[in-house]
Nanobody, 119 residues
Framework: QVQLVESGGGLVQAGGSLRLSCVAS????????MGWYRQAPGKERELVAEITYNGVINYADSVKGRFTISRDTAKNTVTLQMNSLKPEDTALYYC?????????????WGQGTQVTVSS
């Protein structure tokens, strides 16, 4: 079992920045991937960014050049720095961990943190 606790969401104007953080606890030694997904109303949950245990990073095309994911293994945290935010980035953001390096929305989830970008 892995538990995830997110923080850092909020309301920001277009062009602004937010920083999301997620702390993992439990069987953290088994974690192979940490990342962020988001889900907007009426849409499917989609990958935002993820980072593997050996530092391989994958970003959604829609956030490349604007978002940066990083991981602090010693603190069991993953952070998403979001710059140049757009209204279409508005969604509920979920921290995710996987115990294997596989694509798709699998594994453990945080409770979600709301990000709202006003135009």
């Amino acid at each position: 079992q892995v538990q995830l606790v997110e923080s850092g969401g909020g309301l920001v104007q277009a062009g602004g920045s937010l920083r999301l953080s997620c702390v993992a606890s439990g069987k953290i030694f088994m974690i192979k991937v940490m990342g962020w997904y988001r889900q907007a109303p009426g849409k499917e949950r989609e990958l935002v960014a993820e980072i593997t245990y050996n530092g391989v990073i994958n970003y959604a095309d829609s956030v490349k050049g604007r978002f940066t994911i990083s991981r602090d293994t010693a603190k069991n945290t993953v952070t998403l720095q979001m710059n140049s935010l757009k209204p279409e980035d508005t969604a509920l953001y979920y921290c995710n961990t996987k115990l294997a390096v596989i694509p798709g929305p699998y594994g453990y989830w945080g409770q979600g943190t709301q990000v709202t970008v006003s135009s």
